[in-house]
C-alpha cells in the first residue's frame, strides 16, 4: 500500500469517527435535556396532583358554612373531574393539542378555585375557622409552587428547543426523532388585570 493512500485512508478514518463521535455528543445531550423536560413535567404534575388532593378538603370545609353556595361548589368539583379524566403522560408534552386540552383544564380549575376563594368573603365565620384558613394557606401555596413549576417547565423546554434547532445538530435531532416540546400558554384574556368585587 501506497504512503499517500494511507495518510488518506487514516484522514478519512479520523474524520469519520470524528463526525460519529460529534453526531453521538449531540444525541447525548439531546436526550439530558429531553429528560429534563420530562422530569420538570412532572414536578408539574406533582403540584397539579397535590392541588387536586386539596380541594375535596376546601370544598367539604366550605360547604359546612356555605350550603346555599352550591353552585360554586359544583363548579369546583366539575373542574377537577374534567382535571382528573385527562390523563398526564409525559407523551403529552409531545402532542400539542392534548397539551392545550390538558391546560385548559387546568385553567378552568384555577378560575373555579377564584371563584370560590371570592365566595367564601361572604362567610365571616368560615373566613376565620382555623381549617379553612390553613387550607386557604395549603392552596396558595400550590398555586405559588405551580407558577414556579410551570416556569421551570418553561425552561426546560426553550433549552431543549434551542439545542434541537442549532445547526448543524438540528440533523442529528431530524435523524433521531427528537421533537420540540410545547409551552405553556397564558389563558385567553389573562393579560387583563382581574376585577374583584365584594
Known sequence: MSRGLLIALVVIVVLVG????WAISVNN?????????????????NVYQRRA??????????????????TVLEEVTKARASVAGIKAT???VNDPEAFRK????????????????????????????????????????TENRITVERMRYSEAVRDYNTRLRLFPGSVVASLRG?????????????????????
Open 102 to 141: 390538558f391546560q385548559a383544564a387546568q385553567q378552568e380549575l384555577g378560575g373555579a378555585l377564584a371563584r370560590l376563594l371570592v365566595t367564601v368573603e361572604r362567610y365571616p365565620d368560615l373566613k376565620s375557622n382555623q381549617n379553612f384558613l390553613t387550607l386557604q394557606s395549603q392552596l396558595e401555596g
Open 18 to 21: 470524528g463526525i460519529a463521535a
Open 178 to 198: 427528537f421533537k420540540e416540546k410545547a409551552y405553556f400558554e397564558a389563558a385567553p384574556g389573562s393579560q387583563e388585570a382581574p376585577k374583584v368585587k365584594f
Open 29 to 45: 445531550q439531546l436526550v439530558v435535556l429531553d429528560q429534563g423536560v420530562n422530569e420538570k413535567w412532572a414536578q408539574v404534575q
Open 53 to 70: 388532593d386539596l380541594i375535596p378538603n376546601l370544598v367539604e370545609t366550605v360547604r359546612g358554612y356555605a350550603a346555599q353556595e352550591r
Open 90 to 92: 409525559p407523551e403529552l
